[in-house]
């Protein structure tokens, strides 16, 4: 029997939570990935550079999660049932570290096809990340995908 | 390496990018991506749990695979160029994998004096599989 997905979620806002960028996340990350780009990870050719300081590899802002574990028990589903649909980042200014940005996500959509491996929902969600001046820095957009 | 710099007088439309080649994928890759990502979803780590949820086993995050094509977009255009980039994930990326990121020049514009250049992104297993298809826009300076 197919799980039923809850779809009042669907419009719930996530309490608003803040996320300081560490110096050592943002190395620790694109060490990960195996980007040894040293306007990532070598704080001397960041502080030469336009920025001032090191950045972020563009997927970075991944790493601020905090709501997914809701969205799951919202959703009444768990971790064993999730796929990675579709994920979008945009960004408008760089992120630094030691800076603190307050993230803010919303379900935005929530649907069901069926696939070859058979019935699946997709769970739209938006999360955006403002900084101390309530300024836009990025946004993000994500599918994920629930094996029903 | 080589990090370029790119100006955007010099990139026409329809020009590849240079192909980024990433893997093997080994479990410690998928251990590390967990910690500086913060998703310790066990379908990663774990592959008794992988195959007890139906998933034949351990397979990467797509994320991974998306932060691969955009070292691809950086590492030809340069860090901190990338105005967006969005990716669907078409098939799973599993241990032992190689990860090929190719891309190609769709567009170029300007705009107030913002150069930007729209490039087609993807990536591929050695079977030839693709696993991440999508699109970047970069914004690139101008010689003028």
New interface residues.
């Given amino acids: 029997m197919p799980i039923q997905l809850n779809r009042g979620v669907v419009g719930k806002e996530y309490p608003p939570y803040a996320i300081t960028v560490e110096r050592g996340k943002i190395k620790e990350f694109a060490r990960a990935i195996g980007d040894l780009n040293p306007f990532y990870l070598d704080d001397e050719v960041g502080r030469a550079s336009a920025w001032g300081d090191i950045i972020t590899p563009p997927t970075f802002p991944i790493s601020f999660r905090d709501e997914t574990g809701l969205l799951l028990r919202d959703l009444g589903t768990d971790v064993s049932r999730l796929l990675h649909g579709e994920q979008e980042f945009e960004i408008f200014r760089q992120l630094r570290p030691g800076e603190t940005y307050l993230c803010r996500s919303k379900v935005l959509d929530l649907y069901e096809k069926t696939g070859k491996t058979g019935p699946m929902g997709f769970v739209v969600r938006e999360t955006s990340v403002t900084d101390a001046n309530n300024e836009i820095v990025a946004k993000m957009r994500s599918i994920t995908v629930v094996r029903l | 390496?080589k990090?370029a710099r790119v100006y955007f007088e010099d990139v026409q439309v329809g020009d590849e990018l240079p192909v980024l080649v990433?893997g093997p994928i080994q479990q410690i890759?998928l251990t590390?991506?967990a910690?500086?990502?913060?998703?310790f979803?066990?379908?990663h780590q774990d592959d008794e749990?992988a195959k007890?949820?139906?998933m034949g086993g351990v397979f990467a995050?797509?994320?991974?695979s998306?932060?691969?094509v955009?070292?691809a977009?950086?590492?030809w255009a340069g860090?901190?160029t990338?105005?967006?980039?969005?990716?669907?994930?078409t098939a799973l990326v599993r241990l032992k994998d190689t990860v090929t990121c190719k891309g190609r020049v769709l567009a170029k514009s300007s705009k107030d004096d913002v150069h930007t250049v729209d490039v087609e992104i993807w990536a591929e297993t050695q079977k030839g599989e693709k696993v991440v298809t999508g699109k970047a826009t970069v914004a690139l300076p101008s010689r003028a």
Avoid at chain 2, 35 to 39: E, K, N, R
Avoid at chain 2, 82 to 89: A, L, T
């Fill in positions: 390496m990090y990433k890759q590390r991506y910690g500086a990502s913060g998703d979803n066990p379908i749990f007890a949820a139906g995050h797509g994320m991974l998306m932060g691969f955009a070292q977009v950086t590492d860090a901190g990338v105005r967006k980039i969005g990716v669907r994930f």
